[in-house]
């Protein structure tokens, strides 16, 4: 069965630090690949996705991800972190057959100041 | 222009009552599903609708009861309602069933605490 494992659930990195959050899937067909990011008392905002072609993706507010077929990745990399990057960051792979997206367990980024 | 709505944003409610969430989509999307949201932040899906027929059906209780008066519409029913209930109820919505080229786009959330 398909799954998605964040092995950080929480990263505090400083302000204008570089960031990369780690996405690890299990699938057995091409997998469709997203990153969304919940502010707090938000819902579900999509930063980018993957769905074939150039395994590098750029989203928005700056945050770009690769796709890693050997690795079974799909890390989300920011070069510069801004304090309102704080918030819970899902990763999701879209199941083909039946329409599902599965989300993995989230990671917690704090921001310092 | 609220792409995906959920209605109401927050719903507290004593145990054993029955209560519905309110659904609504106005991106022309073909599916429609509702997650649960655990205490811990996990995300997991519990019904998906394309069509107005339903397609996935996780193991939920019998209680949870999902109704698509429309393509545009996915409600959710919560009959006699335990304090396990209590977690954040998410609807989205996306365009082709087939997974291809297609993203979801969620509500707001309801936030549901059962006391």
């Known amino acids: 069965a398909q799954s998605v494992t964040q092995p950080d659930i929480h990263i505090t990195v400083s302000e204008g630090a570089s960031l990369e959050l780690r996405c690890n899937y299990s699938y057995g067909a091409t997998p469709y690949l997203f990153w969304y990011v919940q502010s707090p008392g938000q819902g579900l905002q999509l930063l980018l996705k993957?769905?074939?072609?150039?395994?590098l993706v750029q989203g928005i507010k700056g945050f770009e991800a690769e796709f890693k077929r050997s690795q079974s990745s799909f890390n989300l990399r920011k070069p510069s972190v801004h304090w309102s990057d704080a918030a819970e960051y899902f990763c999701a792979v879209g199941v083909h057959y039946g329409q599902n997206f599965v989300f993995g367990p989230g990671t917690r980024l704090s921001v310092l100041p | 222009d609220t792409a995906v709505s959920q209605t109401p944003k927050y719903l507290v409610t004593q145990m054993g009552n029955d209560k519905s969430i309110k659904c609504e989509q106005n991106?022309?999307?073909?599916?429609m599903y509702w997650y649960k949201q655990d205490s811990k932040k996990f995300l997991k899906i519990m019904f998906s609708?394309?069509?107005?027929?339903?397609?996935i059906n996780e193991t939920v209780p019998n209680r949870f009861s999902p109704k698509s008066p429309d393509k545009a519409h996915l409600n959710l029913h919560i009959n006699s309602l335990e304090l396990g209930d209590s977690a954040v109820y998410f609807c989205?919505?996306?365009?082709?069933?087939?997974?291809?080229?297609?993203?979801?786009?969620f509500g707001q959330g309801t936030r549901l605490t059962v006391v």
């Open positions: 993957y769905f074939s072609g150039d395994t």
């Open positions: 989205a919505s996306s365009q082709d069933p087939l997974g291809r080229d297609t993203e979801a786009f």
């Open positions: 991106l022309g999307h073909d599916t």
């Open positions: 609708y394309n069509n107005k027929e339903l397609i």
